[in-house]
């Protein structure tokens, strides 16, 4: 249970050099962005590799995404060419991975995935603040596949991406102590993704 984004990406056949471009570009601007941790580098897999192991454990939620599964037979059909980054939004939120699959049975780049964002909002992890960046991040990481081309899908269970409004997510009571506590978790930032959730915020007061 939880609030989650679910989201499908399409990149067609394109040739392998151009889906590693596209995935370099989207971990450049996943690394600008104020995410909890991004992975330092983008991975690529092949064959036996692609196949999710709990032992491997540099490529563990990356892998475990990538899984398709056949619900008519119960088969778990694995990529044989994979590449991708996984990333943390914010504390408590589930990790984002951004990775697109090749697949034996289909020639197409493609890739099926989820993040619950919810439970960003515990008080441990920050609150309702922590949970509004958490899910606003998403939708920003989002945004740039559909830049690229790459977007096929996108369900947002609390509206958020279909209404891009934040009473979707926080109460018009709560924006002040909302606003001063992102302030509060991120000081220093000036981004562009920042500003942008700013004036939404400003919107609802």
Same mark, same amino acid.
């Given at each position: 249970?939880?609030?989650?984004?679910?989201?499908?990406?399409?990149?067609?056949?394109?040739?392998?050099?151009?889906?590693?471009?596209?995935?370099?570009?989207?971990?450049?601007?996943?690394?600008?962005?104020?995410?909890?941790?991004?992975?330092?580098?983008?991975?690529?897999?092949?064959?036996?590799?692609?196949?999710?192991s709990p032992e491997?454990?540099?490529?563990?939620?990356?892998?475990?995404?990538?899984?398709?599964?056949?619900?008519?037979?119960?088969?778990?059909?694995?990529?044989?060419?994979?590449?991708?980054?996984?990333? /943390? *939004?914010?504390?408590?939120? !589930?990790? =984002?991975?951004?990775?697109?699959? +090749?697949?034996?049975?289909?020639?197409?780049?493609?890739?099926?995935?989820?993040?619950?964002?919810?439970f960003a909002s515990?008080?441990?992890?920050?609150?309702?603040?922590?949970?509004?960046?958490?899910?606003?991040?998403?939708?920003?990481?989002?945004?740039?596949?559909?830049?690229?081309?790459?977007?096929?899908?996108?369900?947002?269970?609390?509206?958020?991406?279909?209404?891009?409004?934040?009473?979707?997510?926080?109460?018009?009571?709560?924006?002040?102590g909302v606003r001063?506590?992102?302030?509060?978790? /991120? *000081?220093?930032?000036?981004? !562009?993704? =920042?500003?942008?959730?700013?004036? +939404?915020?400003?919107?609802?007061?």
């Amino acid at each position: 249970m939880g609030y989650s984004i679910h989201y499908q990406f399409n990149a067609d056949n394109r040739p392998s050099d151009e889906i590693r471009s596209i995935l370099h570009s989207l971990h450049h601007q996943a690394q600008a962005l104020p995410f909890s941790w991004v992975d330092a580098n983008v991975t690529e897999l092949k064959g036996k590799d692609c196949v999710f192991s709990p032992e491997n454990r540099t490529s563990l939620l990356l892998t475990l995404q990538a899984i398709q599964h056949d619900f008519a037979t119960g088969e778990s059909i694995y990529p044989t060419h994979l590449i991708g980054f996984e990333t /943390l *939004p914010r504390p408590g939120c !589930e990790g =984002l991975v951004i990775f697109l699959g +090749q697949y034996c049975h289909k020639e197409n780049w493609m890739a099926t995935g989820h993040c619950k964002t919810q439970f960003a909002s515990q008080p441990e992890y920050g609150g309702i603040a922590n949970f509004v960046l958490a899910h606003t991040l998403v939708v920003e990481m989002l945004e740039q596949t559909q830049n690229l081309g790459i977007l096929d899908n996108v369900f947002d269970e609390t509206g958020y991406w279909q209404q891009r409004d934040l009473r979707c997510l926080v109460d018009r009571v709560l924006v002040q102590g909302v606003r001063q506590a992102i302030i509060q978790i /991120l *000081p220093n930032s000036s981004s !562009e993704f =920042l500003q942008k959730l700013q004036r +939404q915020l400003d919107e609802l007061s």
